[in-house]
């Protein structure tokens, strides 16, 4: 059997990521449990909706603005040697430009969902102009993954009407954020992000937090934002849905 390009680099990412598996322990943060959620117009993420089904010490860890040829491969380099799942929120201009490393982060067991066409502020845009923004990114989602994305993180948080009916109508699930360490300063140094994570944490006590795969800060500090979490005794559950039909 022949294999294409891309179905050689998905093997060989399956083949890492059991590898990697067959090392989990007890001494990493790993993956407590899968979240199975429908393919529906829900809200999640209590910053401005209703909260995820989870207990209390429980963490969901996503990921925005991505995929990064410099910096994803290092975050799911340090999932991977944490064992710990987590969703990434990709923009569809990422996704166009590359289609293989957001297979990747699939093939090693994230999921995925959209964050926009081009990170805009919705709010400055017509609505015609969110709508082509959305249909472009679910579009880019379609041809790098073969399916409709199940869920959808506005740029900025920024809801809009016009957005939130249109993902209801096509039962993507919004999601938003119950945390998050505000990661987008490029001085940003990895003890500040660490120290932010526990103060969020302390405050909020667990749930959706939100990280940045695209910013280099963060991919550096990774290893020890995972290693904070397992030190204050937190679960990572990670988000899946259900396959469209």
């Given at each position: 059997?022949?294999?294409?390009?891309?179905?050689?680099?998905?093997?060989?990412?399956?083949?890492?990521?059991?590898?990697?598996?067959?090392?989990?322990?007890?001494?990493?943060?790993?993956?407590?449990?899968?979240?199975?959620?429908?393919?529906?117009?829900?809200?999640?993420?209590?910053?401005?909706?209703?909260?995820l089904p989870l207990a209390k010490g429980e963490v969901v860890l996503t990921?925005?603005?991505?995929?990064?040829?410099?910096?994803?491969?290092?975050?799911?380099?340090?999932?991977?040697?944490?064992?710990?799942?987590?969703?990434?929120?990709?923009?569809?201009?990422?996704?166009?430009?590359?289609?293989?490393?957001?297979?990747?982060?699939?093939?090693?067991?994230?999921?995925?969902?959209?964050?926009?066409?081009?990170?805009?502020?919705?709010?400055?845009?017509?609505?015609?102009?969110?709508?082509?923004?959305?249909?472009?990114?679910?579009?880019?989602?379609?041809?790098?993954?073969?399916?409709?994305?199940?869920?959808?993180?506005?740029?900025?948080?920024?809801?809009?009407?016009?957005?939130?009916?249109?993902?209801?109508?096509?039962?993507?699930?919004?999601?938003?954020?119950?945390?998050?360490?505000?990661?987008?300063?490029?001085?940003?140094?990895?003890?500040?992000?660490?120290?932010?994570?526990?103060?969020?944490?302390?405050?909020?006590?667990?749930?959706?937090?939100?990280?940045?795969?695209?910013?280099?800060?963060?991919?550096?500090?990774?290893?020890?934002?995972?290693?904070?979490?397992?030190?204050?005794?937190?679960?990572?559950?990670?988000?899946?849905?259900?396959?469209?039909?």
């Open positions: 059997m022949r294999l294409t390009v891309t179905s050689a680099f998905v093997l060989a990412a399956l083949s890492a990521a059991t590898a990697t598996a067959a090392e989990c322990g007890p001494e990493k943060l790993g993956t407590a449990r899968t979240l199975m959620l429908k393919r529906e117009g829900a809200a999640y993420g209590t910053n401005q909706h209703s909260a990921f925005d603005d991505g995929p990064s040829p410099d910096n994803t491969p290092l975050v799911l380099k340090a999932l991977a040697d944490q064992c710990a799942k987590a969703t990434f929120f990709m923009e569809g201009q990422q996704l166009r430009a590359y289609p293989d490393l957001a297979r990747r982060a699939i093939a090693e067991g994230h999921s995925a969902g959209i964050h926009s066409d081009t990170h805009p502020h919705m709010q400055a845009l017509s609505a015609q102009q969110q709508l082509d923004d959305l249909k472009l990114s679910r579009a880019a989602y379609h041809a790098a993954f073969g399916q409709e994305p199940p869920a959808y993180r506005f740029p900025f948080l920024e809801e809009t009407p016009t957005l939130l009916e249109a993902l209801k109508q096509a039962n993507i699930t919004v999601a938003s954020i119950d945390l998050a360490i505000n990661d987008w300063i490029p001085e940003d140094t990895t003890a500040v992000l660490a120290d932010r994570l526990r103060a969020s944490l302390d405050k909020a006590g667990g749930g959706i937090i939100l990280m940045h795969d695209a910013n280099g800060p963060t991919a550096k500090a990774l290893p020890t934002l995972l290693q904070v979490l397992k030190d204050k005794g937190y679960k990572v559950v990670h988000l899946e849905w259900e396959r469209a039909k």
